[in-house]
């Protein structure tokens, strides 16, 4: 085993929601991509059916690729603004930030993903509709980012562009179905609704570290279209509540996001540096 | 409709360089949409392909094995139907 370097500091870590926008920027589409895929990953092994089963879990690999994606840029990029250029393997300088410090050593308060990623999946309805509304929110935010002026931004979400497109697809078919089903399936999509309407206002919210790559109002129209078009043909009645949850964006996370890192991060956290 | 299990689906999947589809295997869903969904899902994770057919098992007809000797056999002792029996031109290089 590679020498265990005890954890100097986490400074490098540290990115405010307002300052260093665009590490910060990067970081909250990392964020979002990493939670999403990790919570998915709980079905595995546990799908209703064997096809849906592998469905699901391809979808999750699809965000933990993002995220290595994002991750990676980011660290380039906390780097760069630290003065130093190189980024290490985990495991060694950790004052330097890396794809793996910073997905496994950052708190839940440094965490800046939407509060939607991180309910928990509940049953299979659930699960669908939350994917369903991460997808459209992905697919727009993903075709503006596409021509971002930093084109390192933009050929991730290019590539990334071709997976939402398919989750949009294969959710919003799900959603449809199970909405416009038996009895049950239907009140289970409404109890879905329920549970997670509450925390889809925040995907299209402005965050504060915003760099002006996204128009949030544009993407707000476009999604509140898409879902609308989706639950009528779920025959599922879009709520009229208008309060939204927020603060993922600003570190202020449910109590979920804890659970979800003290699982995700146990093992990098008990032994530093651990390589096999 | 069986109440316990989705219908079957068998599917056919074409490779970059290939022609023809070809038998792959076969898998449980709801509708067409979903069959082809989860052909890609679990026959085209590794590149394996770029076209996919799906048909329900219930569709497809087999020849019986039991009957394959009146089927197959006659056609082993019969060359004459081999078009092998002339030559062909230098100028038909390609045939």
Known sequence: MANVNPVQNFDALKVLPSEKSMEAYTLHLADNALIMGHRLSEWTGHGPVLEQDIAISNIALDYIGQARNFYQYAAELINQSAGGSQVPSFGGDLGQASEDSLAYLRD???YK????AELPNGDWAQSVLKICCFAIYQFYVYQQLATAADP?????????????????????????RLGDGTVESHQRMEKAMEEIWAFTGELCQEPSFDLGFVDYDLLKTQWQ??????????????PVSAWMQSGGTEGRHTEHLGYILAEMQFLQRAYPGAAW | MNQTQWPLWEIFIRSKQ??????????HATDAAMAIENARDVYTRRMEGVSIWAVESSHIHASNPGDAGEFFDPANDKAYRHPTFYDLPEEVKHM
């Open chain 1, 152 to 176: 390192q931004i933009a050929a991730i979400a290019e590539k990334s562009l071709k997976e939402a497109t398919y989750h949009l697809r294969w959710s919003s078919e799900w959603v449809i």
């Open chain 1, 108 to 110: 839940a308060i440094d």
């Open chain 2, 18 to 27: 290939g022609l023809d589809h070809k038998h792959v295997g076969s898998l």
């Open chain 1, 225 to 238: 279209q898409k879902m609308m078009a989706v639950l009528n043909e779920a025959k599922i009645n879009m």
């Open chain 1, 113 to 116: 993903n939407n509060l939607l």
